[in-house]
Every structure is written in C-alpha cells, then in structure tokens.
C-alpha cells in the first residue's frame, strides 16, 4: 500500500500498542495515536518510538469532539479505531464509560470521518457481538448479533452505527471481528496475563464456574497482520471475522500456564461464576482467509510460552500496573468471591 497518514485510536493499549509497532516496522505509513490514557492505556507500552518521526501521539477522548477535530487536522487517509473499553467485568460493575467511549466515541469518530472523506474507516470490534456458542458451530459473519454483556452489547451497537454510515453516507467502513487475543502487553485484569502474574507470584488463580467455558485463541500479532490485510485489501460496507482455530476451555488454559510455569495445580481456585457469561466462541475465518488470504502464523503452544516468558522477564511492566486503582480493582472483583 502507498504511503498514507493513518489516524489509531487507542494506540496505547494492548492491541493497539502491538499495531502501531507492527505497522511501523512493515509498512512506510505515518501513524497519529490518539489515546485518552485511562487506566487500560499506557505510554510505557510504545517505549523506544518516542524519536521515531512517524508516530506522534495526542493524550485525547474519542467521545469528545474537540479532541476528535484535533485528531482530524492531520491529513487523516484512514482511522484504525481500537479505542474502547474493553474489559467485561468491568462493565457488569459500572457500564457508563462503555456507552459513552464505545458507542458515542464511535460516533463521532464516524461523523469525523465522514466530513473529511477518509479512505477507509477501520471499526476493530469484537465476536463477542454474536453473543455465545452452543457446543457445536461457529460465527461466520451471517451470525445475528445477540450480545449478553453490556460490553458486548456496545459494540455492537458501534458496528451497527458503523455500518449504517456506510449504508447511508458511504463512508468506507471496514469491520473485523477477532477472537480472544493474547500476547505481550496485555493489561493484567484479561484472563491470560492475570493468570501468569499470579502464578509467578504464588497467588490464587481464580477461575470462573465450572472452569469449562470455551475461548478461541490468536496471537495479537496475527489480529495485526489480519487488520493490515484488511486495510489494504478490505471491501468497504464489509465484515471480516478473524480466529486462529485455537479453542481452548479456560482450564486447558490455566493448567498449561502452570505447566509452562513450573506451579502446582493446587493455586487454581474456583469462584463464582460471571453474570451472562457467554459458553463459546469459536471463529469462522473462511472469509478473510478466501477473500484476503488471510493465515494466523503462530501455533498456540509456542505463542503461549513466549507469551509467559515475556511476562516473566517484563516485571517491571506489570508491577508497576498491579498497584493503586488495580488492586482495589481486584479486591472488590475477588474478594469474598
Ligand atoms: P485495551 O483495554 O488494552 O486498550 C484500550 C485502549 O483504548 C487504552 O489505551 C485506553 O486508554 C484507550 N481508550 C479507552 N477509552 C478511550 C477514549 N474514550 N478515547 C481514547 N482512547 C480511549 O483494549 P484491547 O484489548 O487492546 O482492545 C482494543 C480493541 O480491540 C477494542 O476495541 C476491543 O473491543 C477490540 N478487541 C479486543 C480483543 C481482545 O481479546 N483483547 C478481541 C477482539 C476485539
Ligand atoms: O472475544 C473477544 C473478547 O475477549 C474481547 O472483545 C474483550 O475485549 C476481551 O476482554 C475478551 O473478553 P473475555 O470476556 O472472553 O476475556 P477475559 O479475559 O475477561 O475472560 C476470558 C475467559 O476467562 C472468560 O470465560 C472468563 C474467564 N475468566 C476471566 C477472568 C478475568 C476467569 O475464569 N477468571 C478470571 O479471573
């Protein structure tokens, strides 16, 4: 793809942090990163850009419109939105910053974009849009939205807003839809690192209900090879459903991380299970892999190790996260569970 001035949203979060490296290492773009640093957002994961002349980053809201239109001066050809809240226990215990950042925000990122006439409008949503699996079956982009969290359920009320634009105004909106994603930088409340901080730290590993509950792994740099795809090769007025084939109960999950750990067993501790907790999710990529070419390159076993070893030797990273607002976080989330 030419050169272009892409605008990302969230770009100092998990995935979107891992974008910004993985696009400026691949690829000639320049890179806007608008961020609003809640307590998901955080400089330190973009260490080592600050003297890279084509990542700028602005601390700004994307719910709200003088901080959008700041956004916008640039030569904006193309906005990545990952900007959200994203953590559903978060938004079982209080929902109203995800209806004003994932609903509201999204709005008037698309009524920017209109304005401006971008070249493309890239909505990172979520398969949790689709709501939850029975044992057989998996999301294709036919599935009908029915989401169960108010998380979820934002969502897909921004893909539907997303997608309207394109109906009615044409604007050239791309949607993804990924499955559950792990890797580094991940903030430690997401079942994955909070597992492998823990464990490292010879503390319970609270797992929910029966522990059976089914979650389809992809590495973060596969999702950011399959947002690039799709940025370059995507249809406007499109939705690309993207997984690895990797579906995992969280006890698979925990006891291979205390394998790879070297723990016993005995940290895993059963508790109350999640309002609405959605059963499975399972992803269809025919789609995006007939249509784009698209093929996750990391095998989870190998993904899953690195991904431990870097926690492992990143402490001070997660350390310095897992204090203050974090641990009355995790009080209030486990205690008495
Ligand atoms: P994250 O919580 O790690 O990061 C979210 C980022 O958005 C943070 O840097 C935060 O500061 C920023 N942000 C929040 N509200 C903002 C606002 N109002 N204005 C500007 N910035 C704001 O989330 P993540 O896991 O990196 O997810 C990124 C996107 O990908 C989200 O849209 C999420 O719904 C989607 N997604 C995540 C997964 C996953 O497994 N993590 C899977 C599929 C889709
Ligand atoms: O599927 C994509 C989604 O994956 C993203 O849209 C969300 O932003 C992301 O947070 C993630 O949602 P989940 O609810 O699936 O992820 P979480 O890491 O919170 O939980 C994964 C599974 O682990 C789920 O079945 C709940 C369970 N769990 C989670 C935590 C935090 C536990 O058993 N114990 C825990 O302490």
Redesign the pocket.
């Known amino acids: 793809m030419d050169k272009m001035h892409i605008l990302v949203t969230g770009g100092c979060g998990f995935i979107g942090s891992n974008f910004v490296r993985y696009m400026l290492s691949r690829h000639p773009h320049a890179i806007t990163n608008m961020d609003k640093l809640t307590y998901a957002g955080n400089l330190e994961n973009l260490k080592g850009l600050e003297s890279e002349p084509r990542h700028r980053f602005i601390k700004g809201d994307i719910a709200n419109i003088s901080d959008v239109e700041k956004a916008f001066a640039d030569d904006t050809d193309i906005v990545v939105n990952f900007a959200a809240e994203?953590?559903?226990?978060r938004s079982i215990l209080d929902p109203d910053a995800f209806i004003g950042t994932n609903i509201y925000g999204t709005y008037l990122l698309l009524e920017a974009a209109r304005k401006k006439g971008v070249k493309k409008f890239m909505q990172v949503s979520?398969?949790?849009v689709y709501g939850s699996l029975p044992p057989a079956g998996k999301f294709t982009e036919e599935t009908p939205l029915a989401p169960n969290s108010p998380?979820s359920a934002s969502?897909a009320s921004a893909d539907l807003l997303a997608m309207a634009y394109w109906k009615t105004f044409k604007t050239p909106v791309v949607i993804t839809r990924?499955?559950?994603n792990y890797g580094p930088y991940q903030f430690p409340?997401?079942?994955i690192p909070?597992l492998i901080t823990n464990a490292v730290e010879n503390l319970e590993l609270?797992?929910?209900g029966d522990?059976l509950?089914v979650?389809d792994w992809i590495h973060v740099e596969d999702h950011c090879e399959a947002i690039a795809l799709v940025l370059e090769k995507g249809e406007p007025g499109n939705v690309y459903n993207v997984g690895a084939e990797n579906e995992r109960t969280?006890l698979e999950i925990v006891t291979s991380i205390l394998d790879i750990l070297k723990k016993p067993h005995s940290l895993i501790r059963y508790v109350k299970d999640?309002p609405g907790?959605d059963r499975r999710?399972a992803i269809d990529n025919t789609k995006i892999h007939t249509k784009l070419g698209f093929k996750p390159g990391r095998a989870f076993k190998t993904g899953l190790e690195e991904t431990v070893r870097w926690y492992v030797e990143n402490r001070t990273w997660w350390q310095s996260i897992r204090t203050g607002e974090y641990l009355k976080y995790y009080e209030k989330m486990y205690k008495d569970r």
Do not use: A, Q
């Not at 994203?86 to 226990?89: E, G, I, S």
């Open positions: 994203t953590h559903v226990d979520t398969d949790e998380y969502k990924c499955s559950n409340e997401k079942l909070l609270p797992i929910y522990g509950n979650r969280n999640r907790h999710y």
